[in-house]
């Protein structure tokens, strides 16, 4: 039995899969940038805020909640290590792929 590729299916195949791809890159400084929530930033100075965007649809497809979030925060991170913060906390729910966040200086 042969197997047959049918090429009308790439397009199909690549809307499937680009939703799962992730576009963002955590910089060298975001990575010491911690995720807290609003509550765990107690001891700290809020010195800025961030605002972070994504696509939220792909391709026509939505994309995952989950994947968004975890792309949004690595924005923010990165935007929080250029203005000197070490956390960051969402001031925001997602919103069309746009989040809102706070910018803190915490105690080592």
Same mark, same amino acid.
């Given at each position: 039995?042969?197997?047959?590729?049918?090429?009308?299916?790439?397009?199909?195949?690549?809307?499937?899969?680009?939703?799962?791809?992730?576009?963002?890159?955590?910089?060298?400084?975001?990575?010491?940038?911690?995720?807290?929530?609003?509550?765990?930033?107690?001891?700290?100075?809020? +010195?800025?805020?961030?605002?972070?965007?994504?696509?939220?649809?792909?391709?026509?497809?939505?994309?995952?909640?989950?994947?968004?979030?975890?792309?949004?925060?690595?924005?923010?991170?990165?935007?929080?290590?250029?203005?000197?913060?070490?956390? +960051?906390?969402?001031?925001?729910?997602?919103?069309?792929?746009?989040?809102?966040?706070?910018?803190?200086?915490?105690?080592?």
């Amino acid at each position: 039995m042969k197997f047959r590729f049918n090429i009308r299916l790439i397009p199909l195949l690549a809307m499937l899969t680009l939703p799962a791809c992730t576009w963002v890159t955590l910089s060298d400084d975001g990575k010491s940038v911690r995720l807290l929530t609003e509550n765990g930033a107690a001891d700290c100075k809020k +010195i800025g805020t961030a605002q972070s965007q994504v696509k939220s649809v792909v391709a026509g497809v939505e994309r995952s909640q989950d994947k968004m979030r975890e792309e949004l925060a690595a924005l923010a991170r990165n935007a929080a290590a250029d203005i000197g913060g070490n956390a +960051i906390a969402a001031s925001s729910a997602i919103e069309a792929g746009i989040q809102h966040f706070f910018v803190y200086k915490c105690p080592e």
